[in-house]
């Protein structure tokens, strides 16, 4: 057995230069897998929370009714004593804040034209105070402070796409419009103090952004859609979703049903399955590529050992042992292919990270952003375990033919 092991070990050895040819393509092969996994694992997180932090938040609280049939009017199925609710909830573990919102629709005017909106009433500042944040493209945010019956004008943002359809800029007064609580129609009017974007042109369309008291003066109800809850760190976010929905919260006597981000972000669940559908295709193609020239180079070992080959088994050597020596040959070359390829990773990443390379500006952004990649330890597994068998696969083909060839043709073979 032991010499079964020195073979192998001594043919890799033996032609260096070939063997290094070898594992220049498997590592360069495994580093492509580990930066180009780094960089989506990278854009995934920072996806994510950019989606928390834009005010998704990482737990979302509704009521039940509100659930299973939502609302055919504004805050029917909402929730009642909010303020009270909100204090129970920040007493929850890894609970950093929460923040009340009211979510509705309606029309908005600028006198000549109306269109359509999708509404959300917000409390500037708890948002704050939570860290969620609003790209704003022109004007300010909203203000801190609430606002009375006296007000002659309420604040409001825009969505870029509704600004320039109504051609509205900052400093217009425009009239917001939507059905109350109790079915009637109700209108005040708004001060459009900024402008922003969300990145999803659809909806850019239709956004509008007020205060909460605003809203809720404009439904005629003092309750919010939902509960907005932002964590210390989101690998939380499903113990805290139990948690609440094991706690048996109501509000004025409505049970209440905890969502995590997940369930509610749609569009960073399509990002993750796009990108996932990328990197399959990128880990076949450099499979492919690894087979195809690790099997040219054993092919070329094979034919110049074919004496060789004929003298092992003159001697006694088995066929199926001389198939196995080539196999543990290309599971030698590709597992120190692997373990260098993830080294070589390794320390890419951390010079790319420590660069500060700036990537172009994404959509709705006027600075670019820093390139930077993750090290994923689970990845780590992946790629060894295929790069690994990719090349002891390769080795496949070539073994079988040596292991077929007779030993007279062997021997004399020139």
């Known amino acids: 057995m032991k010499s079964f092991l020195v073979i192998p070990l001594r043919n890799v050895l033996r032609n260096r230069r070939r063997t290094a040819i070898t594992l220049m393509v498997i590592v360069f092969g495994a580093m492509a897998l580990m930066l180009a996994g780094g960089f989506f ?54 609970v950093v804040g929460t923040t009340g919102e009211v979510g509705f629709v309606g029309l908005i005017s600028n006198g000549e034209k109306s269109e359509a909106f999708m509404g959300r009433g917000v409390d500037p500042a708890r948002e704050k105070q939570i860290g969620f944040t609003t790209n704003i493209k022109d004007g300010q945010a909203l203000s801190h402070t609430e606002p009375t019956e006296e007000d002659a004008e309420y604040e409001a943002l825009l969505g870029m796409g509704l600004a320039s359809t109504l051609k509205a800029k900052v400093g217009d007064i425009l009239t917001v419009m939507s059905t109350t609580t109790d079915g009637s129609l109700n209108g005040v009017d708004v001060k459009v103090v900024g402008l922003f974007s969300t990145g999803v042109k659809e909806f850019d369309d239709r956004a509008l952004k007020v205060k909460l008291r605003t809203a809720q003066t404009l439904v005629g109800a003092e309750r919010v859609t939902r509960i907005i809850i932002r ?32 369930e509610l972000a749609t569009f960073y669940h399509q990002v993750v399955r796009m990108y996932d559908a990328i990197f399959l295709v990128l880990g076949v193609i450099i499979a492919v590529l690894v087979v195809l020239s690790s099997s040219n180079t054993m092919m070329m070992a094979v034919l110049e050992r074919v004496q060789e080959v004929g003298t092992l088994m003159a001697i006694g050597a088995r066929r199926w042992q001389v198939l196995g020596i080539f196999i543990v040959e290309g599971f030698l070359v590709g597992s120190l292919g692997a373990v260098l390829g993830l080294v070589m990773s390794f320390l890419a990443i951390k010079g790319i990270n420590a660069a500060n390379i700036l990537l172009p500006p994404p959509p709705t ?6 390139l930077k990649i993750n090290f994923v330890p689970r990845l780590c597994v992946i790629v060894f375990v295929l790069v690994t068998l990719t090349q002891t696969i390769s080795a496949f083909l070539p073994s079988i033919k040596a292991a077929r060839l007779k030993i007279v043709d062997a021997l004399r073979h020139i």
């Open 365 to 370: 952004f006027s600075t670019g952003i820093p």
């Open 231 to 262: 964590l210390d760190e989101t690998p939380n976010t499903d113990a805290v979703v139990e948690a609440i929905n094991t706690s048996g919260l109501e509000a004025g006597g409505i049970k209440l049903r905890a969502r995590s981000w997940s």
């Open 41 to 94: 694992a990278n854009s995934y997180e920072g996806l994510r929370e950019r989606t928390i932090r834009n005010g998704l938040g990482h737990v979302q609280v509704v009521t039940e009714p509100f659930l299973k049939d939502g609302e055919e009017k504004p805050l029917a199925n909402g929730i009642q004593d909010y303020r009270a609710l909100q204090a129970r909830l920040e007493q929850f573990p890894h």
